[in-house]
């Protein structure tokens, strides 16, 4: 009878934790709503480099999220347009997004498949997504006494931005360089998920194509002490690049590559490889004109 007792009390407290502490912080189920709440047909889709890095407007909006495996990123563009029959997909394709973690991380693309909302009569208790989390859950809350936007749910967001830069802008150059080096090699492409990751990508353009929806695949820029690791002892990015420039030709796709685009500005970048405010305004409006004027072109 004891021991019912404490499944009752757990679960009811359980609950209780998910709906006041979790939910209201929990970017991902946002990002969810966002998805099935937004009228645009125009929208920019990847990781926290699109989540970070790209600017909505009155023409796109930003579907971007941290950590998103690149099988999600295919389900969720393949999900959106579904039912779409014109608009502009804009989706990054950086080279650690063909590294294993990308090609087969985290498969979340069921949730973007049926509605974002949350009835207040289903229980979280039992949801897919919470329930493997609920020990970090308690954890976290016992410690902190609150719960709050961090790792665990997210990487980062949008708002912590000024707090992020300036850690990062505090370290010294051995430290940075240390971090940046750990990154790029986190980070690395890896050839054997190749076919994997083409595979992905070529569902996604042809069913596109069926639906007369115009895609732009872009690779996001990093800072200039990235590209300075990688280019004394790192080729698999730019070979990883070149790999896929040839696969965009072939499939007569539009490709921009601004990979390089700040190589003289780590003032644009909030660390190794993320934009800031100021690197995310200026890129947004050059990919959108880029996509944009190709898509133009394309159709006179």
């Known amino acids: 009878m004891a021991f019912v007792l404490v499944l009752i009390v757990f679960f009811v407290t359980s609950e209780y934790l998910i709906r006041t502490q979790v939910e209201p912080n929990d970017s991902l189920k946002k990002n969810v709503a966002l998805f099935f709440d937004t009228v645009s047909n125009n929208a920019a889709f990847g990781d926290s480099h699109v989540a970070l890095g790209f600017n909505s407007d009155n023409r796109f909006i930003n579907l971007g999220y941290p950590g998103e495996s690149l099988r999600t990123t295919s389900q969720k563009v393949l999900a959106f347009y579904s039912k779409k029959q014109h608009g502009i997909a804009i989706i990054q394709v950086d080279p650690h997004v063909f590294s294993g973690r990308r090609v087969r991380g985290t498969d979340l693309g069921k949730l973007y498949l049926a509605s974002g909302e949350y009835k207040w009569y289903w229980l979280r208790f039992f949801d897919d997504y919470y329930r493997p989390k609920l020990f970090k859950y308690w954890e976290k809350y016992i410690k902190n006494g609150r719960l709050r936007s961090d790792r665990i749910f997210y990487m980062y967001g949008q708002e912590e931005f000024p707090t992020k830069e300036q850690k990062w802008h505090k370290l010294s150059n051995k430290s940075r360089t240390r971090m940046v080096q750990k990154r790029v090699k986190y980070n690395s492409p890896q050839a ?27 690779t996001y820029p990093v800072s200039p002490e990235f590209l300075n690791i990688i280019d004394s002892r790192n080729n698999d990015y730019y070979s990883t690049i070149a790999k896929f420039k ?30 800031n405010m100021q690197g995310s305004s200026i890129f947004t409006k050059r990919v959108i004109k880029d996509c944009m004027d190709n898509i133009h072109r394309n159709h006179i």
């Open 192 to 218: 054997h998920y190749f076919g994997e990751a083409f595979g992905l990508l070529n569902g996604v353009v042809e069913r596109l194509r069926s639906n007369h929806i115009d895609v732009c695949f872009v």
């Open 246 to 275: 040839k696969w965009a030709d072939s499939q007569h796709v539009t490709y921009f590559n601004y990979f390089r685009m700040f190589d003289n500005h780590k003032n644009y970048f909030a660390d190794a490889d993320h934009l």
